[in-house]
């Protein structure tokens, strides 16, 4: 065997460093240029956009893992979000309208994602506290922030055969929908349903896993989470959100999966005797983006649907948004994506009509 020629080693060596001399060159020019053409960047400060990405959200230090849902309130905290209260009773629903008279007659229990646990808004300013106030009744509130419509069915099934409400109001976003599709949704796990042969749906991811990355990864990951460069090719490839970690899909159809939900939600309240009613509410882009409002109208009707063949009342205050021209004064209505407290008493309203505890 002829060995090469030391000349041609080195001839080899030197093209493998100059190319490679030569691909780190253009790399750092094009982390260099990205970030001088975006203003919101800094080119002297480079910090790891995944650690930023995964710091806790105001209010998120009261939420503990839980091995069924993926996460569920710390019953009985207490503390400050955006500057207003957030206070979870000791069977961890939202606190409310603890200053009032205690509110007496058939119970109502409301299940949904941060719209119904009230983000950014104070703990009397939620529409389930506003429901409370306005029939009379006593409200729990059980939303959840991060929730998918099958988190919220599981929630459910868990506290309405504890705390036998008379109605259970279910209400959700078209967003809420897509979410049943995930295992991982704001890098943490969830669990997830898969629809089988029989029309039912099989529960997967419980107990929920946390969210670990190979070594390889988390190399990778605290490497190029520094560079503006590489976070804009894989949003620009929709990878993102699973590069982050903060969403991690299952393949299986959420329109399947949350139309099923609905039949597992029926028989929840026809066991436990309850009235039930499904409320679908507006995200805030669906009053300045008529593609983003039709999709939702879409999807909202679609499980809405769904509800009601599967026996359950339904409501969608989309209409009752729109005759308000919600869309004029949109900061009045909706603060950080969500409910403020005039958007919050707007919802309530139409729910306590719909309920029969106030004239329309």
Not at 261 to 284: C, F, I, N, W
Not at 287 to 299: L, M, P, S
Not at 318 to 342: C, K, S, W
Request: net charge negative; proline share 7%.
């Amino acid at each position: 065997m002829t060995n090469p020629a030391p000349g041609r080693s080195s001839s080899v060596l030197g093209g493998l460093a100059l190319g490679a001399a030569t691909v780190v060159f253009c790399l750092l020019a094009g982390e260099v240029a990205t970030r001088l053409w975006d203003p919101d960047v800094s080119l002297w400060h480079w910090p790891n956009s995944l650690v930023e990405a995964s710091e806790p959200a105001p209010g998120e230090t009261q939420f503990a893992y839980d091995s069924i849902l993926g996460w569920a309130p710390v019953a009985g905290s207490s503390g400050k979000m955006l500057g207003k209260f957030l206070t979870f009773t000791d069977e961890g629903t939202r606190a409310q309208n603890r200053e009032a008279p205690r509110a007496i007659g058939p119970s109502i229990m409301t299940f949904g994602d941060s719209m119904t646990e009230g983000y950014a808004v104070g703990d009397n300013e939620t529409w389930p506290a506003e429901l409370e106030r306005i029939t009379g009744r006593p409200v729990l509130n059980a939303g959840v922030r991060g929730y998918g419509l099958d988190q919220m069915v599981l929630r459910a099934e868990r506290l309405v055969p504890e705390f036998r409400p008379a109605t259970v109001v279910l209400a959700f976003i078209a967003d809420d929908i897509s979410r049943t599709a995930l295992s991982v949704r704001d890098s943490r796990g969830k669990p997830y349903f898969v629809p089988d042969a029989q029309g039912g749906l099989a529960l997967h991811n419980v107990p929920v896993p946390g969210v670990n990355f190979p070594p390889p990864v988390v190399l990778a990951r605290g490497l190029l989470g520094h560079s503006h460069l590489f976070d804009l090719i894989v949003t620009r490839l929709g990878l993102r959100a699973y590069w982050s970690g903060r969403e991690i899909g299952t393949g299986v159809d959420p329109f399947v999966v949350s139309c099923r939900l609905m039949d597992r939600l029926a028989s929840l309240a026809k066991r436990e005797g309850a009235a039930a009613l499904v409320v679908a509410l507006p995200e805030q882009g669906v009053f300045f983006d008529a593609k983003a409002a039709a999709g939702q109208r879409e999807a909202l009707t679609r499980v809405l649907d769904c509800a009601a063949r599967a026996g359950l009342d339904t409501l969608d205050t989309t209409p009752a948004f729109a005759q308000e021209n919600v869309g004029r004064d949109i900061d009045a209505y909706y603060t950080m994506l969500h409910f403020t407290f005039r958007g919050a008493a707007l919802a309530a309203r139409e729910i306590a009509a719909t309920l029969g505890g106030a004239p329309k």
